[in-house]
């Protein structure tokens, strides 16, 4: 008997819809907000109303495109935790609403553990247990997958995320919103060996990225003569704005590239402590092509097996909902009515 699922996606400013049919993706599809452009970064409040305009012609339409309708739906998974508030609880009061009127079972899925979980839409997929480095712009992390329905964080950032460090330098350099990308894209000419920015010494699995961005922020503010603060090395705005103009491509590339070795030297790690050598990629930052082309690298040096969603299901999506839906159902995993979103839900 088949299992049909409908997953809804809303915890930023995505609005996503996916339709699982025994743990195949049949449709995954998204509307984007362009409308945070002009304010350089996500306003909640804007993000929530565009939701509620898109929430329903994005299932609509990922309905027609896996050629079925409400009639074929065994259950309907949604985003419970975390994210931004509003946002969230557009999707969970339209996933609750569908499932009274339609009397299925509804699921609550956890943001963190779909993106691991997206390691197993693809055919080929890890073996059990497995690592997983999830890295987005909330979150950095390293989970060991003993099932899809056991996973354990063995190391975590204890300040900052790594998709947070990518996002301020953007913003420190002046390029527009979104600023990951662009820095991933300029790095692709650069020097990533031009400039060194310090790795923090932080004991264990756990990550920092606060220190490294303060770092970046003095050795933009010096026009690169040094990445502390010195009164004497401080330049004046014109010389800055110089600095970074005649080296943005070399800025982007060391940055990119400390910013990697700090991921994958404490995956290194991991890797050797718990003897795993299935390693899996995840979140909005594994879209990254610097990081992408050094994890896989690594593995092939390290004899790792490796695995990396495709684009599609590293960013913000429904298919992603709709697999750990899928195995959350097999597991009679369900969520009751009363249920409500959570900005900041931690899980284990």
Sequence with gaps: MSISILAIESSCDDTSAAICVDGKILSNCLANQTVHEKYGGVVPELASRAHMQNIVPVVDAAFKKANCDLSNIDAIAFTQAPGLIGSLLVGAQFAKSLALALDKPLIAVHHMQAHV??????????????????????????????????????GQTIDDAAGE????????????????PLIDKYAATGNPDRFKFPEPQIPGLNFSFSGLKTSILYFLKNAGASNVYKEEFLANEALQKKFVSKNLEDICASVQNRIVSILLNKL????????????????GVSANSGLRKAFTELGTKMNWQTYIPA???CTDNAAMIAITGYYKLLEKDF????????????WS
């Design 165 to 180: 460090a990518f996002d301020k330098t953007a913003k420190l350099l002046g390029l527009p919103y979104p600023g990951g």
């Design 311 to 313: 684009f599609e299901y």
């Design 117 to 154: 979980l997206a390691n197993l839409i693809p055919e080929k997929k890890p073996a059990f247990p497995f690592l997983c480095l999830t890295v987005s712009g909330g979150h950095t992390q390293i989970v060991l997958c003993q099932s899809p329905t056991q996973l354990k964080v063995i």
């Design 268 to 283: 290194k790690k991991a890797a050797k402590e718990t003897g795993i050598t299935d390693i899996c990629l995840a979140g």
């Design 335 to 346: 969520a009751d009515l009363s249920i409500s979103p959570s900005a900041r839900a931690e």
